[in-house]
């Protein structure tokens, strides 16, 4: 049975006199993929931002293990967990390398130089995300799914159990969401890492995690293992859009009605 491993225990964040999160609980366990899902402004990068540290609750707490978040450092509390914003800026010049040495700065003194083991983790981060041959390059003679990978690159050179990723397939192509998303999953199946991320194409959440925690207006609507939590009927009435599950060559998904069906002209026809 897994253990649990992050519990966000009554929850309630207001940002810029906006209520965020409004009294919320969930579980997040170990060694596994949780998504968080939900419509456009339901607190889901906000909850992020609190677990990784980033933003503080008007009440509530959020627990890793038994000890409060708040409770640990920032030095410290970046050795356990790793965060992927949705949105980075980089500086122009900065090649890959430099920019995946950032990731061992929670492992490294000041101006300390990079040690045998930290280059080994960079270089084995770079290996993990496919980034290795652009090491020398600079992020901005990338496209934007090599530079992705360089940036989630860097979150793993920090070497933390706990991986925190804010819509990482947004903005990527088909092809480059597809590589990204079987790079996650790797990390967590070889390596044992517990990923939470928010997504919102809701079938590669269906496909690449265990469980979820959908969020609608600030409030948990359901949370659990995957498939309970995305039925098309749940889904259908947090989403305000009409949706039926489907199987596709072995696949479940989870399918809009886009389709309007015309309406008839005159009243009473057969």
């Not at 931002?49 to 708040?70: F, H, N, Q, T």
């Not at 992705?148 to 397939?169: F, G, K, N, S, Y």
Request: with cysteine; aromatic share 6%; hydrophobic share 45%.
């Amino acid at each position: 049975m897994s253990n649990i491993l992050l519990t966000v225990n009554k929850l309630t964040c207001r940002l810029g006199g906006k209520l965020i999160l409004d009294d919320i609980s969930c579980e997040f366990l170990q060694g596994k993929v949780t998504a968080l899902i939900g419509p456009n402004g339901s607190g889901k990068s906000t909850l992020l931002k609190l677990i990784a540290g980033l933003e503080k609750p008007i009440a509530g707490d959020i627990r890793l293990i038994d000890k409060v978040i708040s409770k640990y450092s920032r030095a410290d509390l970046a050795l356990k967990l790793a965060m992927l914003p949705q949105r980075h800026s980089t500086p122009v010049g900065l090649t890959v390398a430099d920019l995946v040495e950032f990731g061992r700065h929670p492992h490294r003194r000041w101006f300390a130089p990079l040690t045998k083991k930290d280059q080994q983790k960079m270089d084995w981060a770079m290996q993990e995300a496919g980034v290795a041959e652009f090491a020398d390059l600079t992020i901005e003679t990338l496209s934007g799914g090599e530079a992705q990978r360089c940036w989630l690159a860097m979150v793993l050179a920090q070497d933390t159990d706990i991986v925190l990723l804010d819509e990482p397939t947004s903005w990527l192509d088909i092809g480059h969401q597809v590589e990204l998303l079987h790079i996650v999953k790797r990390l967590n199946e070889q390596y044992g890492k517990t990923i939470i991320w928010v997504l919102h194409d809701l079938n590669q959440a269906q496909e690449f995690s265990h469980h979820a925690v959908m969020l609608e207006k600030g409030r948990v609507i359901a949370a659990g293992n995957i498939d309970e939590v995305l039925t098309a009927e749940r889904v259908s009435q947090v989403y305000n859009t009409s949706v039926a599950r489907v199987e596709v060559e072995g696949q479940t998904l989870l399918w809009p009605r886009t389709r309007i069906e015309p309406i008839l002209a005159e009243q009473g026809e057969d």
